[in-house]
C-alpha cells in the first residue's frame, strides 16, 4: 500500500539523505572535539562551521521530506477509500446494514487514522536506524571498538526483547483495533437511546457502552505497558555500559575525552533514539497487523447467501399492466433480457419471505440496473426535507436515468397517502421508459 506510492517513497529517500547528511555532521562535531584535545584551534573552527552547514542542509532535506509526506498520506487514504467501496459494492452479498456501517465507519476512522499514523510511523523507523547504526559508525571510527560495542550490544538487547514480546504485540494490537472498532458502533446507539429512549434506556445503552469502551482501554493500557518496558531496558544497560567507560577513562585520552565530550548531545540523542527504536519495533507488529488488517477488511466481512434467504413458494410476482402472475426465473429472464421490456412489475410476501434479497440478487444479475433502498439514498439525507419529499426527489432522479432496470425495494415505507400517491405517479412516469420492478411496504 504505502510502497507502492511514489510520493511516499520520495519522502523515504528524503529521510535517508537526512540521516546520511547528519551522521557527516556528528563526525564534524567529533573530529572538533579531537582537535580541541589536541589543542589544533583552526582545524577545530573548521570542523564547526562544517557542523553546522550539513546540519541546516540536513533540516532543510527533512522539511522537503515532510511535504512528500503529506501529499502522500492525502493519495493512499483516497485511494485506498475509493478501492475499499469499489470492493464492497461489488458484491451486494455484503450489502447489510451493519455492513454499511462498519465499512463507514472503518474507513472515516480506523483506516485514516492508520494511514496518518502508518506513514510517518515507517519514515520515522528508516531515520531512527539509520539515525543509530550510523551515529554508531561515527562512534566506533572516533572513540574506538569498545563504545561501538556498547551501543551495538543495547540494539541487540532491542531486538531480543522486541523479538520475544511478539506475540503479545500482535494480540494486543488486534483487541485494540477490533475493540476501536466496536466501541465506535456503540455511539449511534447511544445517541439515539438518549435522544429518544427513557432515561432507563438511555442508562442501559450507556452502560453497555462503557463496558466496550473499558475493553478498549485495558488493550490499549497493556500494550503501552509493554512498550514501555521494552523500551527502557536497553537503555537502562547501554548508559550503564557508556558510564564504566567513562569512569575508567585514563587522564592522558585527553583526545578521547575531547571527542567524547563534543558528542555528549549525540549520545543523548543516540540513546533517545535507541528507546524510540524499541518503541518503533514492538510498534511494527502492531502497524504491519493494521495495514494488514486493512487489507482484509472486506474479506472478513459477513457474507449473506442471497439465494437461501428467497423463499420462492412464499413470494408472488405480479405484471402490474396485464395483472398476469409471473415466476422467479420469468423476472430473472426479463432482468437479463438485451431488451429489458418496459412497464412495473410487483413483487409481494410476507415479511422475512425474501423480497428484498430478490431484488439485491436480481441486481447482480444485471449489474447496469440501479437499486433504490429505504437505507441508502443516491441524494444523501437532505436536510429540512421530510421523508415524502426526500422520497419524491429520489424518484424523480430516476427519470432521466439512462439505465433501463430500475429496482425499488419499499419505497413507500413511511409515507402517507398524499406522498405515497405523488410518487406512484412518478413511478408510472418512469415505467413508461424502463422496467420497474418494486417491492411495496403496503400491498397495492
Same mark, same amino acid.
Given at each position: 500500500?504505502?510502497?507502492?506510492?511514489?510520493?511516499?517513497?520520495?519522502?523515504?529517500?528524503?529521510?535517508?539523505?537526512?540521516?546520511?547528511?547528519?551522521?557527516?555532521?556528528?563526525?564534524?562535531?567529533?573530529?572538533?572535539?579531537?582537535?580541541?584535545?589536541?589543542? @589544533?584551534?583552526?582545524?577545530?573552527?573548521?570542523?564547526?562551521?562544517?557542523?553546522?552547514?550539513?546540519?541546516?542542509v540536513a533540516y532543510v532535506t527533512s522539511s522537503i521530506g515532510e511535504i512528500f509526506l503529506v501529499k502522500s498520506q492525502n493519495q493512499i487514504w483516497h485511494k485506498y477509500t475509493l478501492d475499499t467501496i469499489h470492493k464492497f459494492c461489488s458484491d451486494l452479498r455484503?450489502?447489510?446494514?451493519?455492513?454499511?456501517?462498519?465499512?463507514?465507519?472503518?474507513?472515516?476512522? %480506523? =483506516?485514516?487514522?492508520?494511514?496518518?499514523?502508518?506513514?510517518?510511523?515507517?519514515?520515522?523507523?528508516?531515520?531512527?536506524?539509520?539515525?543509530?547504526?550510523?551515529?554508531?559508525?561515527?562512534?566506533?571510527?572516533?572513540?574506538?571498538?569498545?563504545?561501538?560495542?556498547?551501543?551495538?550490544?543495547?540494539?541487540?538487547?532491542?531486538?531480543?526483547?522486541?523479538?520475544?514480546?511478539?506475540?503479545?504485540? %500482535?494480540?494486543?494490537?488486534?483487541?485494540?483495533?477490533?475493540?476501536?472498532?466496536?466501541?465506535?458502533?456503540?455511539?449511534?446507539?447511544?445517541? &439515539?437511546?438518549?435522544?429518544?429512549?427513557?432515561?432507563?434506556?438511555?442508562?442501559?445503552?450507556?452502560? #453497555?457502552?462503557?463496558?466496550?469502551?473499558?475493553?478498549?482501554?485495558?488493550?490499549?493500557?497493556?500494550?503501552?505497558?509493554?512498550?514501555?518496558?521494552?523500551?527502557?531496558?536497553?537503555?537502562?544497560?547501554?548508559?550503564?555500559?557508556?558510564?564504566?567507560?567513562?569512569?575508567?577513562?585514563? %587522564?592522558?585520552?585527553?583526545?578521547?575525552?575531547?571527542?567524547?565530550?563534543?558528542?555528549?548531545?549525540?549520545?543523548?540523542?543516540?540513546? !533517545?533514539?535507541?528507546?524510540?527504536?524499541?518503541?518503533?519495533?514492538?510498534?511494527?507488529?502492531?502497524?504491519?497487523?493494521?495495514?494488514?488488517?486493512?487489507?482484509?477488511?472486506?474479506?472478513?466481512?459477513?457474507?449473506?447467501?442471497?439465494?437461501?434467504?428467497?423463499?420462492?413458494?412464499?413470494?408472488?410476482?405480479?405484471?402490474?399492466? #396485464?395483472?398476469?402472475?409471473?415466476?422467479? @426465473?420469468?423476472?430473472?429472464?426479463?432482468?437479463?433480457?438485451?431488451?429489458? =421490456?418496459?412497464?412495473?412489475?410487483?413483487?409481494?410476501?410476507?415479511? !422475512?419471505?425474501?423480497? #428484498?434479497?430478490?431484488?439485491?440478487?436480481?441486481?447482480?444479475?444485471? %449489474?447496469?440496473?440501479?437499486?433504490?433502498?429505504?437505507? =441508502?439514498?443516491?441524494?444523501?439525507?437532505?436536510?429540512?426535507?421530510?421523508?415524502?419529499?426526500?422520497?419524491?426527489?429520489?424518484?424523480? #432522479?430516476?427519470?432521466?436515468?439512462?439505465?433501463?432496470?430500475?429496482?425499488? @425495494?419499499?419505497?413507500?415505507?413511511?409515507?402517507?397517502?398524499?406522498?405515497?400517491?405523488?410518487?406512484?405517479?412518478?413511478?408510472?412516469?418512469?415505467?413508461?421508459?424502463?422496467?420497474? &420492478?418494486?417491492?411495496?411496504?403496503?400491498?397495492?
Amino acid at each position: 500500500m504505502l510502497i507502492k506510492n511514489k510520493l511516499f517513497l520520495f519522502a523515504a529517500l528524503n529521510a535517508i539523505i537526512q540521516q546520511i547528511i547528519l551522521a557527516a555532521s556528528t563526525w564534524n562535531i567529533a573530529m572538533a572535539g579531537g582537535s580541541v584535545g589536541e589543542g @589544533d584551534f583552526q582545524s577545530a573552527k573548521t570542523q564547526i562551521l562544517l557542523f553546522f552547514g550539513l546540519a541546516t542542509v540536513a533540516y532543510v532535506t527533512s522539511s522537503i521530506g515532510e511535504i512528500f509526506l503529506v501529499k502522500s498520506q492525502n493519495q493512499i487514504w483516497h485511494k485506498y477509500t475509493l478501492d475499499t467501496i469499489h470492493k464492497f459494492c461489488s458484491d451486494l452479498r455484503l450489502s447489510s446494514e451493519s455492513n454499511r456501517k462498519s465499512v463507514s465507519q472503518w474507513i472515516a476512522s %480506523e =483506516a485514516l487514522s492508520t494511514i496518518h499514523t502508518a506513514a510517518p510511523f515507517y519514515l520515522s523507523l528508516i531515520s531512527t536506524v539509520l539515525n543509530i547504526v550510523l551515529t554508531t559508525a561515527v562512534f566506533f571510527f572516533s572513540l574506538g571498538f569498545l563504545v561501538g560495542c556498547v551501543v551495538g550490544a543495547a540494539l541487540i538487547a532491542s531486538l531480543l526483547l522486541v523479538g520475544l514480546a511478539k506475540p503479545k504485540i %500482535e494480540r494486543f494490537a488486534n483487541e485494540a483495533q477490533s475493540n476501536k472498532l466496536s466501541t465506535l458502533l456503540h455511539i449511534d446507539t447511544l445517541i &439515539v437511546n438518549g435522544h429518544f429512549g427513557t432515561s432507563a434506556m438511555a442508562k442501559s445503552q450507556s452502560s #453497555s457502552f462503557s463496558s466496550k469502551a473499558s475493553e478498549l482501554y485495558q488493550s490499549t493500557e497493556r500494550y503501552n505497558n509493554l512498550e514501555q518496558i521494552i523500551a527502557c531496558t536497553p537503555i537502562i544497560l547501554s548508559v550503564l555500559s557508556v558510564s564504566f567507560f567513562v569512569y575508567f577513562l585514563k %587522564e592522558s585520552s585527553l583526545i578521547e575525552l575531547g571527542i567524547l565530550v563534543a558528542l555528549l548531545p549525540r549520545t543523548l540523542q543516540l540513546f !533517545g533514539n535507541i528507546h524510540s527504536l524499541s518503541s518503533y519495533l514492538s510498534n511494527l507488529f502492531l502497524m504491519n497487523r493494521k495495514i494488514q488488517n486493512l487489507h482484509n477488511f472486506i474479506p472478513n466481512l459477513e457474507s449473506q447467501n442471497l439465494e437461501q434467504q428467497v423463499n420462492r413458494s412464499a413470494i408472488t410476482i405480479t405484471n402490474k399492466s #396485464s395483472f398476469e402472475e409471473i415466476t422467479i @426465473d420469468d423476472l430473472t429472464k426479463l432482468v437479463t433480457s438485451r431488451q429489458p =421490456a418496459k412497464g412495473r412489475i410487483l413483487i409481494a410476501g410476507e415479511n !422475512g419471505s425474501g423480497k #428484498s434479497s430478490l431484488l439485491k440478487m436480481l441486481k447482480m444479475l444485471n %449489474e447496469s440496473s440501479v437499486l433504490l433502498t429505504p437505507g =441508502a439514498k443516491f441524494n444523501g439525507d437532505l436536510l429540512n426535507l421530510s421523508t415524502g419529499q426526500l422520497q419524491i426527489k429520489e424518484l424523480k #432522479s430516476l427519470l432521466a436515468s439512462p439505465e433501463k432496470i430500475i429496482l425499488l @425495494d419499499e419505497w413507500d415505507a413511511n409515507l402517507d397517502t398524499k406522498n405515497r400517491q405523488a410518487c406512484s405517479a412518478i413511478i408510472d412516469q418512469i415505467s413508461a421508459a424502463h422496467l420497474v &420492478v418494486e417491492v411495496r411496504h403496503t400491498p397495492h
